[in-house]
Protein backbone atom coordinates (compact mmCIF):
# COMPACT_ATOMS: atom_id res chain seq x y z
CA UNK A 1 0.00 0.00 0.00
CA UNK A 2 1.02 3.67 -0.74
CA UNK A 3 2.82 5.79 2.06
CA UNK A 4 0.06 7.74 3.73
CA UNK A 5 1.26 11.43 5.31
CA UNK A 6 -0.90 12.73 7.91
CA UNK A 7 -0.40 16.08 9.63
CA UNK A 8 -1.62 16.08 13.06
CA UNK A 9 -2.63 18.67 15.03
CA UNK A 10 -2.67 18.88 19.03
CA UNK A 11 -3.86 21.81 21.21
CA UNK A 12 -6.05 20.10 24.06
CA UNK A 13 -4.25 21.44 27.08
CA UNK A 14 -0.37 23.88 26.92
CA UNK A 15 0.99 22.23 24.31
CA UNK A 16 1.16 23.41 20.83
CA UNK A 17 1.93 20.47 18.83
CA UNK A 18 1.98 19.39 14.89
CA UNK A 19 3.56 16.58 13.58
CA UNK A 20 3.87 14.65 10.08
CA UNK A 21 3.60 10.99 10.17
CA UNK A 22 3.97 8.76 7.63
CA UNK A 23 1.42 5.51 7.75
CA UNK A 24 1.23 5.51 11.15
CA UNK A 25 4.53 4.34 12.18
CA UNK A 26 7.04 6.84 11.14
CA UNK A 27 7.88 10.27 12.93
CA UNK A 28 8.72 12.42 10.07
CA UNK A 29 8.76 15.47 12.18
CA UNK A 30 7.14 16.49 15.13
CA UNK A 31 7.40 20.01 17.04
CA UNK A 32 6.31 20.54 20.53
CA UNK A 33 5.55 24.03 21.54
CA UNK A 34 5.15 23.50 25.63
CA UNK A 35 3.73 26.89 27.44
CA UNK A 36 4.96 25.98 30.39
CA UNK A 37 6.56 29.36 31.28
CA UNK A 38 3.51 31.00 30.59
CA UNK A 39 1.86 29.37 32.66
CA UNK A 40 4.62 28.63 35.49
CA UNK A 41 3.95 32.11 37.90
CA UNK A 42 0.45 30.78 38.53
CA UNK A 43 1.51 27.57 39.71
CA UNK A 44 -0.94 25.69 36.91
CA UNK A 45 -2.81 26.00 33.74
CA UNK A 46 -4.75 29.21 33.27
CA UNK A 47 -7.53 28.33 30.15
CA UNK A 48 -7.59 31.96 28.85
CA UNK A 49 -3.89 32.09 28.49
CA UNK A 50 -3.25 28.53 27.07
CA UNK A 51 -6.42 29.97 24.72
CA UNK A 52 -4.23 33.23 23.62
CA UNK A 53 -0.85 30.95 23.60
CA UNK A 54 -2.29 28.21 21.25
CA UNK A 55 -3.42 31.28 18.89
CA UNK A 56 -0.36 33.10 18.43
CA UNK A 57 2.12 29.87 17.77
CA UNK A 58 -0.32 27.39 15.80
CA UNK A 59 0.36 28.79 12.46
CA UNK A 60 4.70 28.64 13.13
CA UNK A 61 4.19 25.10 14.77
CA UNK A 62 2.09 23.92 11.79
CA UNK A 63 4.50 25.51 9.53
CA UNK A 64 7.94 24.00 10.77
CA UNK A 65 6.62 20.57 11.03
CA UNK A 66 5.97 20.45 7.54
CA UNK A 67 9.48 22.32 6.94
CA UNK A 68 11.15 19.62 9.04
CA UNK A 69 9.24 16.85 7.45
CA UNK A 70 10.01 17.74 3.86
CA UNK A 71 6.18 16.71 2.85
CA UNK A 72 4.72 19.88 1.09
CA UNK A 73 1.10 20.73 2.07
CA UNK A 74 -0.32 19.18 -1.22
CA UNK A 75 1.70 15.95 -0.37
CA UNK A 76 -0.55 15.78 2.70
CA UNK A 77 -3.45 12.69 2.72
CA UNK A 78 -5.29 13.97 5.32
CA UNK A 79 -5.07 16.09 8.71
CA UNK A 80 -6.13 15.05 11.95
CA UNK A 81 -6.87 16.87 14.99
CA UNK A 82 -7.88 16.66 18.38
CA UNK A 83 -11.13 17.14 19.68
CA UNK A 84 -11.39 16.22 23.23
CA UNK A 85 -10.92 15.72 26.04
CA UNK A 86 -9.16 18.87 27.12
CA UNK A 87 -9.64 22.63 27.84
CA UNK A 88 -12.74 23.83 25.59
CA UNK A 89 -10.69 27.05 23.97
CA UNK A 90 -7.57 25.48 23.48
CA UNK A 91 -8.97 22.44 21.55
CA UNK A 92 -10.88 25.00 19.34
CA UNK A 93 -7.60 27.10 18.09
CA UNK A 94 -6.42 23.62 16.78
CA UNK A 95 -10.03 22.24 15.57
CA UNK A 96 -10.59 25.53 13.84
CA UNK A 97 -7.24 25.61 12.24
CA UNK A 98 -7.67 21.86 11.02
CA UNK A 99 -10.94 22.71 9.73
CA UNK A 100 -9.35 25.42 7.54
CA UNK A 101 -6.80 24.04 6.89
CA UNK A 102 -8.35 21.09 5.50
CA UNK A 103 -11.04 22.99 3.73
CA UNK A 104 -8.05 25.17 1.52
CA UNK A 105 -6.47 22.09 1.15
CA UNK A 106 -9.26 19.93 -0.54
CA UNK A 107 -8.11 16.85 2.51
CA UNK A 108 -9.96 15.00 4.53
CA UNK A 109 -10.02 15.50 8.01
CA UNK A 110 -9.66 12.84 10.98
CA UNK A 111 -11.12 14.12 14.15
CA UNK A 112 -9.00 12.07 17.27
CA UNK A 113 -9.30 11.52 21.22
CA UNK A 114 -6.66 12.73 22.95
CA UNK A 115 -7.19 9.42 25.15
CA UNK A 116 -6.23 6.81 22.11
CA UNK A 117 -3.74 9.58 20.87
CA UNK A 118 -1.96 8.34 24.23
CA UNK A 119 -2.01 4.52 23.48
CA UNK A 120 -0.97 5.20 19.88
CA UNK A 121 1.98 7.12 20.61
CA UNK A 122 3.17 3.45 22.12
CA UNK A 123 2.06 1.60 19.44
CA UNK A 124 3.77 4.25 16.76
CA UNK A 125 6.97 3.54 18.55
CA UNK A 126 6.56 -0.13 18.95
CA UNK A 127 5.88 -0.24 14.80
CA UNK A 128 8.53 2.15 14.55
CA UNK A 129 11.05 0.07 16.07
CA UNK A 130 9.92 -2.84 13.84
CA UNK A 131 7.35 -4.63 16.59
CA UNK A 132 4.41 -5.40 14.80
CA UNK A 133 3.52 -8.53 16.68
CA UNK A 134 0.60 -7.19 19.60
CA UNK A 135 -0.72 -10.84 21.51
CA UNK A 136 -4.45 -9.20 22.63
CA UNK A 137 -5.71 -8.92 25.22
CA UNK A 138 -3.92 -5.26 25.23
CA UNK A 139 -4.46 -3.06 29.00
CA UNK A 140 -4.08 0.38 28.48
CA UNK A 141 -2.97 2.35 31.36
CA UNK A 142 -3.43 6.03 30.35
CA UNK A 143 -2.07 8.39 33.44
CA UNK A 144 -2.36 11.72 32.49
CA UNK A 145 -2.86 15.42 34.49
CA UNK A 146 -6.11 14.85 34.02
CA UNK A 147 -6.78 10.87 33.61
CA UNK A 148 -5.77 8.07 35.55
CA UNK A 149 -8.07 5.36 32.92
CA UNK A 150 -7.39 1.72 32.27
CA UNK A 151 -8.08 0.31 28.83
CA UNK A 152 -8.94 -2.92 26.87
CA UNK A 153 -8.33 -2.41 23.60
CA UNK A 154 -8.50 -4.67 20.84
CA UNK A 155 -8.52 -4.06 16.91
CA UNK A 156 -11.13 -5.84 14.04
CA UNK A 157 -9.75 -5.37 10.69
CA UNK A 158 -7.48 -2.19 11.37
CA UNK A 159 -9.99 -0.71 13.40
CA UNK A 160 -9.32 -0.13 17.18
CA UNK A 161 -12.33 -0.44 20.08
CA UNK A 162 -11.76 0.47 23.58
CA UNK A 163 -13.36 -0.75 26.64
CA UNK A 164 -12.71 1.31 29.68
CA UNK A 165 -12.85 -0.98 33.49
CA UNK A 166 -11.32 1.80 35.39
CA UNK A 167 -10.55 5.14 36.23
CA UNK A 168 -10.02 7.43 39.17
CA UNK A 169 -12.74 8.28 41.28
CA UNK A 170 -11.36 11.99 41.99
CA UNK A 171 -7.82 13.48 41.07
CA UNK A 172 -5.32 12.07 38.32
CA UNK A 173 -2.26 10.79 39.46
CA UNK A 174 -0.56 13.74 37.59
CA UNK A 175 -2.68 16.18 39.37
CA UNK A 176 -1.89 14.74 42.45
CA UNK A 177 1.79 15.45 41.36
CA UNK A 178 1.11 18.76 40.54
CA UNK A 179 -0.58 19.71 43.59
CA UNK A 180 1.70 17.91 45.96
CA UNK A 181 4.41 19.73 44.39
CA UNK A 182 2.49 23.13 44.61
CA UNK A 183 1.99 22.27 48.21
CA UNK A 184 5.67 21.96 48.81
CA UNK A 185 7.01 24.90 47.19
CA UNK A 186 8.34 22.95 44.77
CA UNK A 187 6.50 24.88 41.39
CA UNK A 188 4.75 23.65 38.52
CA UNK A 189 4.54 21.06 36.65
CA UNK A 190 5.40 18.96 39.60
CA UNK A 191 6.01 15.32 38.00
CA UNK A 192 9.38 15.88 36.36
CA UNK A 193 10.81 17.68 39.34
CA UNK A 194 8.98 14.83 42.20
CA UNK A 195 10.71 12.19 39.98
CA UNK A 196 14.22 13.68 40.38
CA UNK A 197 13.99 14.73 43.83
CA UNK A 198 12.39 11.27 45.01
CA UNK A 199 16.19 9.97 43.64
CA UNK A 200 17.21 11.19 46.76
CA UNK A 201 14.89 10.22 49.54
CA UNK A 202 13.90 7.63 51.18
CA UNK A 203 10.58 5.90 49.76
CA UNK A 204 9.98 4.08 53.47
CA UNK A 205 10.12 6.97 55.35
CA UNK A 206 6.59 7.75 55.13
CA UNK A 207 3.60 5.69 55.27
CA UNK A 208 0.63 6.53 53.80
CA UNK A 209 -2.02 3.66 54.13
CA UNK A 210 -4.89 2.17 52.36
CA UNK A 211 -6.93 5.33 53.85
CA UNK A 212 -5.19 7.59 51.99
CA UNK A 213 -5.31 5.67 48.50
CA UNK A 214 -9.07 4.02 49.56
CA UNK A 215 -11.70 3.38 47.28
CA UNK A 216 -11.89 -0.84 47.25
CA UNK A 217 -12.69 -2.00 43.51
CA UNK A 218 -16.46 -2.05 42.31
CA UNK A 219 -16.06 -5.35 41.95
CA UNK A 220 -15.49 -6.27 45.60
CA UNK A 221 -18.75 -4.47 46.18
CA UNK A 222 -21.04 -7.16 45.75
CA UNK A 223 -21.95 -7.28 41.85
CA UNK A 224 -20.74 -5.16 39.76
CA UNK A 225 -22.28 -4.23 36.71
CA UNK A 226 -21.89 -6.31 33.82
CA UNK A 227 -20.39 -3.23 31.66
CA UNK A 228 -19.55 -0.47 34.26
CA UNK A 229 -15.63 0.00 35.44
CA UNK A 230 -14.28 -2.19 37.48
CA UNK A 231 -10.88 -0.65 38.81
CA UNK A 232 -10.75 2.50 40.74
CA UNK A 233 -8.21 4.92 41.48
CA UNK A 234 -8.26 7.61 44.10
CA UNK A 235 -5.57 10.23 44.58
CA UNK A 236 -6.89 13.05 46.41
CA UNK A 237 -6.59 11.63 49.82
CA UNK A 238 -2.58 11.20 49.42
CA UNK A 239 -2.51 14.99 48.47
CA UNK A 240 -4.62 16.00 51.71
CA UNK A 241 -2.01 13.44 53.72
CA UNK A 242 0.90 15.16 52.15
CA UNK A 243 -0.86 18.71 53.53
CA UNK A 244 -1.36 17.23 57.04
CA UNK A 245 2.13 15.86 56.90
CA UNK A 246 3.24 19.34 56.38
CA UNK A 247 1.21 20.98 58.79
CA UNK A 248 1.95 18.22 61.92
CA UNK A 249 6.12 18.55 60.70
CA UNK A 250 5.94 22.43 60.98
CA UNK A 251 7.33 22.29 57.51
CA UNK A 252 5.90 25.74 56.34
CA UNK A 253 8.33 27.84 56.50
CA UNK A 254 10.74 25.87 54.85
CA UNK A 255 7.92 25.57 51.93
CA UNK A 256 7.55 29.25 52.68
CA UNK A 257 11.21 29.60 51.85
CA UNK A 258 12.07 27.39 49.13
CA UNK A 259 9.03 29.04 46.95
CA UNK A 260 10.64 32.34 47.17
CA UNK A 261 13.66 30.92 46.31
CA UNK A 262 12.91 29.10 43.55
CA UNK A 263 10.50 32.10 42.08
CA UNK A 264 13.81 34.07 40.85
CA UNK A 265 15.23 31.08 38.90
CA UNK A 266 13.61 30.83 35.69
CA UNK A 267 14.68 27.09 35.03
CA UNK A 268 15.67 25.85 37.88
CA UNK A 269 18.19 22.39 37.38
CA UNK A 270 18.15 19.50 40.01
CA UNK A 271 20.98 21.27 42.25
CA UNK A 272 18.85 24.62 42.73
CA UNK A 273 16.51 22.25 44.00
CA UNK A 274 18.22 20.31 45.99
CA UNK A 275 20.02 23.36 47.49
CA UNK A 276 17.03 24.39 48.73
CA UNK A 277 14.91 21.01 49.85
CA UNK A 278 15.94 19.35 53.28
CA UNK A 279 15.87 16.01 54.01
CA UNK A 280 12.69 15.79 55.59
CA UNK A 281 11.03 16.57 52.27
CA UNK A 282 13.24 14.49 49.90
CA UNK A 283 11.71 11.73 52.22
CA UNK A 284 8.30 13.19 52.01
CA UNK A 285 8.64 13.30 48.39
CA UNK A 286 10.04 10.20 47.45
CA UNK A 287 7.48 8.40 49.82
CA UNK A 288 4.73 10.13 47.90
CA UNK A 289 6.09 9.04 44.63
CA UNK A 290 6.47 5.42 45.34
CA UNK A 291 2.76 5.40 47.48
CA UNK A 292 1.48 6.39 43.87
CA UNK A 293 3.77 4.16 41.70
CA UNK A 294 2.88 1.16 43.76
CA UNK A 295 -1.06 1.82 44.11
CA UNK A 296 -0.86 2.39 39.50
CA UNK A 297 1.47 -0.82 39.43
CA UNK A 298 -0.09 -3.12 41.86
CA UNK A 299 -4.29 -2.46 40.15
CA UNK A 300 -3.04 -2.51 36.89
CA UNK A 301 -1.26 -6.02 37.32
CA UNK A 302 -4.79 -6.73 39.29
CA UNK A 303 -6.77 -5.82 36.45
CA UNK A 304 -4.40 -7.52 33.75
CA UNK A 305 -4.83 -10.55 35.79
CA UNK A 306 -8.31 -10.04 36.16
CA UNK A 307 -9.02 -10.14 32.31
CA UNK A 308 -6.25 -12.60 31.37
CA UNK A 309 -4.19 -9.61 29.24
CA UNK A 310 -1.19 -10.71 27.14
CA UNK A 311 0.07 -6.75 26.60
CA UNK A 312 0.60 -3.64 28.67
CA UNK A 313 0.58 -0.33 27.23
CA UNK A 314 1.36 2.50 29.51
CA UNK A 315 1.18 6.06 28.56
CA UNK A 316 0.57 9.85 29.16
CA UNK A 317 2.22 12.28 30.80
CA UNK A 318 3.18 10.61 34.18
CA UNK A 319 4.26 7.31 32.26
CA UNK A 320 8.02 9.77 31.59
CA UNK A 321 8.02 8.80 35.41
CA UNK A 322 11.28 7.11 35.84
CA UNK A 323 10.14 4.66 39.15
CA UNK A 324 6.69 3.89 37.40
CA UNK A 325 9.14 2.48 34.73
CA UNK A 326 11.08 0.53 36.53
CA UNK A 327 8.08 -0.68 38.87
CA UNK A 328 6.17 -1.62 35.94
CA UNK A 329 8.69 -3.67 33.97
CA UNK A 330 9.91 -5.46 37.01
CA UNK A 331 6.52 -6.13 37.96
CA UNK A 332 5.61 -6.84 34.73
CA UNK A 333 8.23 -9.64 34.18
CA UNK A 334 7.48 -11.27 36.90
CA UNK A 335 4.45 -12.77 35.38
CA UNK A 336 5.51 -12.70 32.20
CA UNK A 337 3.58 -10.00 30.83
CA UNK A 338 5.20 -7.65 28.02
CA UNK A 339 4.95 -3.97 29.03
CA UNK A 340 5.39 -0.90 26.68
CA UNK A 341 5.76 2.59 26.93
CA UNK A 342 6.38 5.38 24.60
CA UNK A 343 9.62 7.26 24.57
CA UNK A 344 9.64 10.08 26.95
CA UNK A 345 9.01 12.72 24.23
CA UNK A 346 5.78 11.15 23.45
CA UNK A 347 4.82 10.23 26.43
CA UNK A 348 3.73 13.99 27.48
CA UNK A 349 1.28 16.14 24.93
CA UNK A 350 2.44 15.76 21.29
CA UNK A 351 0.77 15.91 17.53
CA UNK A 352 2.57 12.80 16.26
CA UNK A 353 0.27 10.05 18.43
CA UNK A 354 -2.64 12.02 17.16
CA UNK A 355 -1.25 11.87 13.65
CA UNK A 356 -0.72 7.71 14.31
CA UNK A 357 -4.39 7.24 16.07
CA UNK A 358 -6.17 8.83 12.82
CA UNK A 359 -4.29 6.10 10.60
CA UNK A 360 -6.96 3.59 11.10
CA UNK A 361 -9.39 6.06 10.58
CA UNK A 362 -7.93 7.18 7.66
CA UNK A 363 -8.11 3.77 6.39
CA UNK A 364 -11.92 2.99 6.40
CA UNK A 365 -12.17 6.62 5.37
CA UNK A 366 -13.66 7.42 8.93
CA UNK A 367 -13.76 11.79 8.41
CA UNK A 368 -15.10 14.26 10.37
CA UNK A 369 -17.57 16.59 9.15
CA UNK A 370 -17.97 20.58 8.75
CA UNK A 371 -20.13 20.70 11.96
CA UNK A 372 -17.07 18.81 13.99
CA UNK A 373 -16.16 21.42 17.36
CA UNK A 374 -14.66 20.98 20.66
CA UNK A 375 -15.53 17.66 22.97
CA UNK A 376 -14.12 19.02 26.72
CA UNK A 377 -15.31 15.64 28.25
CA UNK A 378 -14.93 12.92 25.72
CA UNK A 379 -14.95 9.71 26.68
CA UNK A 380 -13.26 7.03 25.40
CA UNK A 381 -15.01 3.70 24.49
O1 LIG B 1 -0.10 13.83 29.06
P1 LIG B 1 0.25 15.16 29.59
O2 LIG B 1 1.40 15.90 28.93
O3 LIG B 1 -0.97 16.13 29.58
C1 LIG B 1 -2.26 15.70 29.89
O4 LIG B 1 -2.93 15.13 28.99
O5 LIG B 1 -2.62 15.85 31.09
O6 LIG B 1 0.56 14.96 31.15
C2 LIG B 1 0.98 16.01 31.98
C3 LIG B 1 1.09 15.46 33.40
C4 LIG B 1 1.37 16.53 34.46
O7 LIG B 1 0.52 16.31 35.55
C5 LIG B 1 2.83 16.28 34.84
O8 LIG B 1 3.14 16.65 36.18
C6 LIG B 1 2.93 14.78 34.64
O9 LIG B 1 2.18 14.52 33.47
N1 LIG B 1 4.32 14.33 34.45
C7 LIG B 1 4.96 13.48 35.29
C8 LIG B 1 6.29 13.35 34.81
N2 LIG B 1 6.40 14.12 33.66
C9 LIG B 1 5.18 14.70 33.46
N3 LIG B 1 4.53 12.85 36.39
C10 LIG B 1 5.42 12.07 37.06
N4 LIG B 1 6.70 11.90 36.66
C11 LIG B 1 7.18 12.51 35.54
N5 LIG B 1 8.45 12.34 35.16
ZN1 LIG C 1 -2.31 14.15 27.45
Known sequence: MADTYILGIESSCDETSAAVVRSGEQVISN????????????GGVVPELASREHLRNI????RKALADSGVSFEAVDALAVTQGPG????????????????????????AVNHLEGHIHAVLLEERQKGNHELRFPVLAL???????????????GTSWTYKNIGHTRDDAAGEAFDKVAKVLGLGYP????????????????????????????RKDHGKPEPDSPRFDFSYSGIKTAVLRHVEANDMQPQVESRRKALASATKPSVEDFLRVTDR???????SFQSAVVEDLVGKTLAAAREYSVRTLLV????????RLRERFAEQAAREGL????????????NAAMIAAAAYPKFLVGDFAGEELSAEASFPLG
Open 190 to 217: GGPVIDRLAKHGDPDAVKFGAPQIKHRD
Open 315 to 322: SGGVAANS
Open 59 to 62: VPVV
Open 338 to 349: PVYFPSLRLSTD
Open 31 to 42: VVLSQITTHQPY
Open 280 to 286: KTLDLVA
Open 142 to 156: VVSGGHTHLYLAEVK
Open 87 to 110: LAGALLVGISYAKTLAWALEKPLV
